[in-house]
């Protein structure tokens, strides 16, 4: 189980690109998930949540993109979304197929910001500290 | 109700360890060493292979291993019997070794004497597939008394390895394993993968492992050379 630690990766880079952009508070975060990346999505949500406490993450929500394994068939000179990441065969006419072009994902695409809360959570923060 | 804003990012979660792996590569590719990184499951026999291949090599070759465990030093001790230089790493609960680790504790060595280092990963067949450490190839380990279907149960990380090891192969007829199953279930989630089988107590295969590991750091060796000379001509 890393998945912990992934989730506070995600935090820190969120956190940092959200204090570039001079943003107080995240409504949601967007991931990219391939199927082949290690990585459990329901242990990453679960885990994102503790690693965004008492960060500019608290209480913003995890949305998370699942990407199916596509991997290039010589026969078919294409590339090929694979039914299941048990089977590295084209669906169509069964070559292997050991290239992987998509499925190992673990990308950050973006933030939302919610901006009606944004001068009212600033003036929290200012009060705060 | 107004949109929420959205601010583009696309930054891979992994990028510092992959740099950091990166570096760790060009590091050891300009000192010449071979570098392994060797996965499996607990109990697999990764230790036991690994003193054997330290123990064989270390005649002809200057090897070294850094193992990890999230606990004790027993497997470096055990190692260090091979007369190889050994280093273990604790992970203190981490379930897979990373890039940073790996270059926290190179320290001791000068990679340029070294031939082979070989970085024996915390056995887990989860979360070290994520993690690159800069290594040479990945081998995989699937002992004959694990289950022929494991590679079909943990896809990730025998998709990522290079090579697969069948270790254990002395007590293959006294667990019937089916080698045609599990060729099958390797090969069907990485295609043309080789497949090793060796038994580290009788030392059986061992040799056909040794012949790997010079071929694949000799095909190192020759990419950098290219590599170099390309630069020169440039």
Wanted: proline share 4%.
């Amino acid at each position: 189980m890393h998945e912990l630690s992934i989730a506070y990766s995600i935090v820190e880079s969120a956190e940092e690109a959200a204090r570039n952009a001079g943003v107080t508070k995240v409504k949601a975060v967007n991931l990219r998930l391939g199927k082949l990346s290690g990585v459990v999505k329901d242990a990453l949500l679960f885990s994102f949540d503790i690693a965004a406490q008492e960060t500019l993450l608290e209480g913003a929500k995890l949305n998370i993109e699942e990407l199916n394994v596509i991997a290039y068939c010589p026969t078919c000179n294409e590339n090929v979304e694979l039914p299941s990441v048990q089977i590295f065969r084209c669906p169509v006419c069964n070559t292997p197929t050991p290239t992987l072009i998509q499925g190992k994902e673990l990308e950050l695409t973006s933030l939302e910001i919610d901006d009606e809360n944004e001068q009212e959570v600033t003036n929290a923060t200012a009060t705060h500290s | 109700m107004q949109q929420p804003r959205i601010l583009e990012i696309r930054h891979n979660i992994l990028k510092k360890n992959d740099q950091l792996a990166r570096n760790l590569r060009a590091q050891f590719q300009a000192a010449n060493v071979c570098v392994v990184d060797l996965v499996s499951s607990p109990g697999s026999g990764k230790t036991a292979f690994l003193e054997e291949t330290l123990r064989r090599l270390n005649q002809d070759f200057r090897v070294a291993a850094l193992v990890g465990d999230l606990a004790t030093e027993n497997d470096a001790m055990r190692l260090a019997r091979s007369g190889a230089p050994v280093k273990q790493i604790q992970t203190a609960g981490i379930c897979h070794l990373e890039a940073e680790m790996i270059a926290n504790n190179l320290s001791d060595w000068n990679l340029a004497e070294l031939d082979y280092l070989f970085i024996e990963n915390v056995g887990n067949l989860v979360c070290p597939s994520s993690y690159d450490l800069g290594e040479n190839f990945r081998a995989v380990l699937l002992s004959v008394t694990e289950g022929e279907d494991k590679p079909l149960k943990y896809p990730t990380i025998f998709n990522s390895a290079d090579v697969a090891i069948i270790t254990k192969m002395d007590l293959a007829e006294a667990v019937e394993f089916d080698k045609d199953a599990a060729y099958a279930s390797i090969q069907s989630v990485r295609p043309g993968i080789p497949i090793l089988e060796v038994s580290s107590k009788s030392g059986a295969g061992i040799d056909a492992w040794l012949a790997f590991l010079k071929s694949e750091k000799d095909k190192a060796e020759r990419a950098a050379a290219a590599q170099s000379s390309q630069s020169t001509n440039a």
